[in-house]
């Protein structure tokens, strides 16, 4: 009974979750933002930043693109670094800025490498399928649809979800454990971009979170 008492405890603080149909239980997303919060700081923008740098560098030769890096927080995507082209963007995602993860690029770059119970238990509660322009998923099916196309590709994408005219493209970067910690992003005014140099802008993307993961000891 105690036990039983104290799994209802962390279930209710997200530590654990229960799966009613297997009559088991398992982490919940509580337990993996603890076991990832060390990464959540000073370690994890200091190994990013030159990577967001160079990419942001390499790409301004092509389009102007702001580079981003995010960690989820539940159902959102928190910013913490951001690096800007010459040519300035106007883009709502500040550093500490936080936007509905399922709409962002860099959110379901995360998602994507959850486990689909992990996904479920974030996005139990309907109100968390947030609307801005019309665009994107609007429930956990959609949503569900979307990850695995976008695990399949190895990034995620979004056009005109947060804001209007302008898309982004993400990865995922990974830990020892091969949990997505984090997502490195870059978002451009959608007109800049056609389907060729989006696919550049993935490839470079896939690269540097390759990068970003080898320097949290993944693989």
Same mark, same amino acid.
């Given at each position: 009974s105690s036990t039983y008492h104290l799994l209802t405890a962390m279930q209710e603080s997200g530590f654990v979750m229960h799966f009613p149909e297997d009559e088991r239980w398992g982490l919940g997303v509580g337990a993996f933002e603890l #076991?990832? !919060?060390?990464?959540?700081h000073d370690p994890l +923008? $200091? &190994?990013? *930043? %030159?990577? @967001?740098? *160079?990419? =942001? $560098? /390499?790409? +301004?030769?092509?389009? %102007?693109?702001? !580079?981003?890096? #995010?960690?989820? &927080? #539940? !159902? /959102?995507? @928190?910013?913490? =670094? *951001? +690096? =800007?082209p010459h040519r300035p963007v106007t883009l709502v995602t500040e550093v500490g800025v936080r936007l509905p993860a399922h709409l962002t690029a860099s959110g379901r770059a995360i998602l994507a490498g959850l486990e689909s119970a992990q996904v479920r238990a974030t996005f139990a509660n309907n109100k968390s399928f947030v609307d801005r322009t019309g665009l994107g998923p609007r429930n956990l099916r959609e949503l569900t649809a979307l990850l695995r196309e976008e695990s399949a590709v190895g990034f995620s994408a979004e056009d005109g979800f947060i804001t209007e005219g302008y898309s982004s493209i993400a990865v995922a970067a990974k830990n020892h454990l091969g949990l997505p910690v984090a997502a490195i992003a870059l978002t451009f005014r959608s007109e800049d971009a056609d389907a060729g140099l989006r696919t550049e802008l993935a490839n470079a993307l896939k690269i540097a979170g390759g990068e970003l993961s080898k320097r949290l000891g993944g693989h």
């Open positions: #076991g990832s !919060a060390y990464l959540r +923008e $200091r &190994q990013a *930043r %030159p990577l @967001l740098t *160079r990419l =942001v $560098r /390499e790409t +301004e030769t092509k389009l %102007p693109a702001v !580079a981003q890096l #995010g960690i989820l &927080q #539940g !159902a /959102e995507l @928190l910013y913490l =670094v *951001r +690096e =800007v």
